[in-house]
């Protein structure tokens, strides 16, 4: 039996988590977890959002199923996601966006994987105040992790049978750091002369996106970039509620929705758990249990096709209600 580290995360974690914790035991997926808890819950009894504890089980079971998790804004801890990702060097963060069957978008025609560099760029947390009317953020964008994350783009490309790798940067006015990244893009991309090679500045691609989306295959991009982008992407196939993320690392590998932890709706049996099942999908086939993968998409297909949907979707199932209409429908 596989162990998997599972944080539940808060806000609206907790809920979605054992929906999907529900659901994998229903298909029938030869796993245990190893509940960790991080984030705002345990910083006043360890001391940290993020104790040892949870990079050790990360690290022991190499794969883990990660809840979202609320960061405070402006003060406080740094991200505990931010700091997971560093600290196991989760380099690469794959967000596949294809349309989901039933979820009606302004585009039927979305098929795009974006991969984001994941530790470095603004997000290596350099800032300073010279004075109280000054701040400054430090990007950081080195080769090495430049070429490792391109690498990873046209090899995932190429298994993937997918056609072109499209590098997004603002080069024009970050001509040294994201030239640097762009440079790297451009060697690597001489490597696989099966996939085509496109540059594009991130302001004319998120315009593009929101125009005609069904010209993008492959986006590679620096960090901060690619956060947005990904979600612009997200909301192209139908929110955040439905996206779904992977952070790879060599080490160990963390799967989780694109989403965060909705405080709005937080306790109210209102969220959608898919975007986590989905996520919980692909952690399910990167551990060789592809039969338990796809009994699920089928069932949450079907469920959706039967007119079952959350609120943010358009319908009225409560998150207890469409887990449950999944489970109903995984035997069939
Ligand atoms: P958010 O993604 O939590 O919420 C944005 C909007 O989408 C809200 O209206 C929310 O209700 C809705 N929403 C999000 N997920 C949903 C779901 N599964 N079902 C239905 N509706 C959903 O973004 P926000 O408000 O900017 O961030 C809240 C907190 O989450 C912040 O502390 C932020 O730092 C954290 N966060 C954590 C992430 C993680 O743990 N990976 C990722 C993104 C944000």
Redesign the pocket.
């Known amino acids: 039996m596989r162990e998997v580290t599972l944080i539940k995360?808060d806000?609206?974690?907790s809920e979605?988590s054992d929906s999907v914790v529900k659901i994998i035991k229903a298909a029938g997926a030869d796993i245990t977890w190893d509940i960790q808890t991080a984030g705002a819950d345990v910083v006043e009894a360890e001391g940290t959002p993020l104790p040892q504890r949870v990079i050790d089980s990360i690290k022991k079971n190499k794969v883990a199923l990660?809840?979202?998790?609320?960061?405070?804004?402006g003060k406080g801890f740094r991200?505990?996601?931010v700091q997971l990702r560093k600290e196991l060097d989760l380099y690469a963060n794959l967000r596949p966006c294809k349309n989901i069957p039933t979820v009606k978008t302004k585009f039927d025609n979305v098929d795009i994987v974006v991969v984001r560099e994941n530790t470095e760029d603004l997000y290596a947390g350099i800032e300073e105040k010279p004075d109280n009317d000054t701040a400054k953020s430090i990007k950081i964008i080195t080769r090495k992790a430049s070429e490792r994350i391109a690498e990873f783009a046209f090899d995932y490309a190429l298994k993937n049978n997918r056609k072109e790798v499209c590098v997004v940067t603002k080069a024009n006015i970050c001509k040294l750091s994201d030239g640097l990244f762009l440079e790297c893009a451009r060697n690597i991309a001489e490597k696989y002369p099966q996939i085509k090679f496109r540059e594009i500045l991130v302001d004319n691609c998120c315009m593009q996106l929101v125009q005609k989306p069904e010209q993008f295959d492959v986006l590679l991009l620096p960090n901060l970039y690619g956060d947005i982008v990904s979600d612009l992407t997200a909301g192209l196939i139908g929110?955040?509620?439905v996206a779904q993320?992977a952070n790879i690392g060599v080490q160990a590998s963390v799967f989780?929705?694109?989403?965060?932890?909705?405080?709005?709706?937080k306790g109210q049996d209102?969220?959608?758990?898919?975007?986590?099942l989905l996520s919980a999908c692909e952690m399910l086939n990167f551990i060789d249990e592809k039969t338990a993968a796809e009994k699920i998409k089928k069932a949450l297909y079907k469920t959706l096709e039967s007119g079952v949907k959350?609120?943010?979707l358009g319908g009225s199932a409560k998150?207890s209600e469409f887990t449950q209409a999944i489970i109903n429908n995984l035997g069939e």
């Open positions: 995360g806000g609206i974690g979605i990660k809840a979202p998790i609320t960061t405070p804004i991200s505990v996601n929110g955040l509620g993320s989780e929705a694109v989403h965060g932890s909705a405080p709005d709706i209102k969220a959608n758990p898919m975007a986590l959350t609120a943010d998150c």
